[in-house]
């Protein structure tokens, strides 16, 4: 039976940012239009007993609710109460159950922040480096880059008292216009520990990435953050992509989306209270991840059974011949799944950053051989 531990419900449909590469408003899914603004009291109530009753029904030992959009502070405090207590409420008592939420820092003010310490709630902040990096591409409305407000958000969350257990880091989309070097280096400046990179989702085999110098320029980008982080050899600054490469590179086993392969662990319920896989597979097409079942009449286990869900449980035996017969296979899984999608085969492909990948890793692997050799010296 397929493990589900992470629930990421979309507290909102709507979000106060136009950023050109969000999969949920941007790019080829449009369900967002059909959805309700704000996930209803009555969807937040079946969604805890859905999960609940499948944590109890599969004696799962944790689960982590992450609260997402749109910006989920759009739902509101009130609503960010109710929908806590009521997970509490619900969870079987032998799950333990954790509570994250990922935002774009621009209305966590002192009293949402306070909130979240009070609720027990993890918060991620999106920031893609210093304003020259953000700015141009995380903006409102009217074009305004909200650098500026997120890292507000985050001195908020900095200077709080509950910080160390608050703070869930920045989640920051890899633009390889940037030097790697000068993206880290701007966490760090601001006191940052704790952080991890996305490859852009919207690219896949039907919209390669295009327009770069470099053949490699994604893997040139997180090699530069790799080499400043391993010459700075904090022992407290975590980067989530490098740990799971280098715990892969030793042969254990990572649930990570973006490596390695295994199954997902992930469902995601959408405002409506839809039932949902990997919700970055909307840029995949126009209600590529609607499945037609729904907390308020299905169980979570239903899901499992659908063909579209299926694409996320296949793991490693789901992967292209080319993927299948790759040295590097166990270490990079073919990568997150949307990049491997072309319309006209779906997912049987190699990642559109699989040059990237390749010289990543062997990168990352020379690293570590370098240090082991020089130590044994
Ligand atoms: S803040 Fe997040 S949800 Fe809002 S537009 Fe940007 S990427 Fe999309
Ligand atoms: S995407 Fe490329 S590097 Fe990754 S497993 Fe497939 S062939 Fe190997």
């Known amino acids: 039976m397929y493990a589900a531990s ?6 909102t449909s709507t979000c106060n940012l136009r950023c050109d590469y969000c999969y949920m408003f941007e790019l080829a899914d449009r369900s967002f239009e059909h959805q309700p603004p704000v996930m209803g009291s009555d969807v937040v109530d079946s969604t805890a007993r859905a999960i609940a009753g499948y944590c109890a029904k599969f004696r799962q030992p944790k689960a982590l609710i992450v609260f997402h959009g749109g910006e989920p502070t759009l739902a509101g405090q009130g609503w960010f109460r109710h929908a806590v207590k009521t997970f509490r409420s619900q969870m079987p008592p032998g799950c333990t159950t954790s509570f994250a939420m990922q935002t774009n820092g621009v209305l966590l003010d002192d009293a949402w922040v306070d909130l979240c310490a009070e609720l027990g709630l993890s918060v991620s902040v999106s920031l893609d480096g210093p304003p020259s990096v953000h700015d141009s591409q995380r903006v409102n409305a009217a074009g305004a880059g909200s650098h500026h407000d997120a890292v507000a958000a985050i001195e908020r969350i900095q200077r709080h008292a509950g910080m160390e257990h608050l703070f869930g880091g920045v989640l920051c989309v890899v633009n390889p216009n940037e030097d790697g070097r000068t993206i880290y280096r701007h966490f760090r400046s601001l006191g940052i520990t704790n952080m ?24 040139d980008y997180l090699i530069s953050i790799f080499d400043e982080w391993w010459s700075e050899n904090h022992p407290k600054v975590r980067i989530a992509y490098f740990d799971s490469l280098l715990r892969l590179l030793v042969g254990s086993r990572v649930h990570s989306d973006s490596l390695g392969g295994d199954p997902l662990t992930m469902i995601v319920v959408d405002c409506n209270g839809s039932i949902e896989p990997v919700d970055s597979l909307r840029s995949c097409g126009n209600g590529f991840t609607q499945l037609g079942l729904n907390t308020q009449h299905d169980p979570i286990e239903r899901a499992f059974q659908h063909p579209t869900f299926q694409l996320a449980l296949t793991g490693q035996e789901g992967l292209c011949q080319t993927c299948r017969e ?17 319309q006209s085969n779906g997912f049987d492909n190699p990642s559109v950053y699989c040059t990237d990948l390749m010289k990543l890793i062997h990168h990352v692997a ?9 130590s044994s010296q």
């Not at 790759?326 to 072309?342: A, M, N, W």
Request: some cysteine; glycine content about 10%; proline content about 11%.
């Open 196 to 219: 991890d990179f996305l490859l852009p989702v919207e690219a896949n085999w039907d919209h390669p990435p295009s327009g770069f110098a470099s053949p490699t320029p994604f893997a």
């Open 6 to 11: 992470t629930f990421i419900l979309k507290a």
């Open 366 to 374: 020379g690293a570590c051989t370098h240090q082991l050799t020089g």
């Open 326 to 342: 790759c040295e590097l296979r166990d270490v990079c899984g073919g990568g997150y799944l949307p990049s491997r999608f072309r």
